[in-house]
């Protein structure tokens, strides 16, 4: 059997960058599916000119839309990574800190031992 070459640590990142953007990317395709079905809707019920339905369908397909569309976007600045640097280097500066906190405290438990 192979051995594993990759450090753990960054193999389990991989995997969590990998969830994360098949994740993004199943919730394009529902988009994009969805998109297409309320506008082919939208687009029949211009066409035949229905008095059956009343002017919030047309407003509430729309907002819909963009606010869905608002939410893609923040996903795929999330999956992609495509925030203000500030922030990417803010989460880095808090997992560095905690990383350390975990030694200083392990650190410690270890020499109040007997």
């Given at each position: 059997m192979e051995q594993n070459q990759y450090d753990p640590i960054k193999l389990e990142k991989a995997k969590k960058r990998l969830l994360i953007l098949?994740?993004?990317?199943?919730?394009?395709?529902?988009?994009?599916?969805?998109?297409?079905?309320?506008?082919?809707?939208?687009?029949?019920?211009?066409?035949?000119?229905?008095?059956?339905?009343?002017?919030?369908?047309?407003?509430?397909?729309?907002?819909?839309?963009?606010?869905?569309?608002?939410?893609?976007?923040?996903?795929?600045?999330?999956?992609?990574?495509?925030?203000?640097?500030?922030?990417?280097n803010w989460e880095e500066r808090q997992i560095k800190k905690y990383m350390e906190k975990q030694d200083a405290d392990l650190g410690s438990h270890q020499r109040n031992r007997p």
């Amino acid at each position: 059997m192979e051995q594993n070459q990759y450090d753990p640590i960054k193999l389990e990142k991989a995997k969590k960058r990998l969830l994360i953007l098949k994740a993004f990317y199943s919730h394009l395709v529902v988009y994009l599916v969805v998109c297409l079905l309320m506008l082919l809707f939208f687009v029949i019920y211009r066409v035949a000119d229905w008095d059956m339905f009343p002017d919030w369908v047309r407003w509430n397909i729309m907002i819909n839309l963009l606010l869905w569309s608002v939410g893609l976007f923040f996903h795929w600045v999330y999956a992609f990574r495509k925030g203000p640097k500030f922030l990417r280097n803010w989460e880095e500066r808090q997992i560095k800190k905690y990383m350390e906190k975990q030694d200083a405290d392990l650190g410690s438990h270890q020499r109040n031992r007997p």
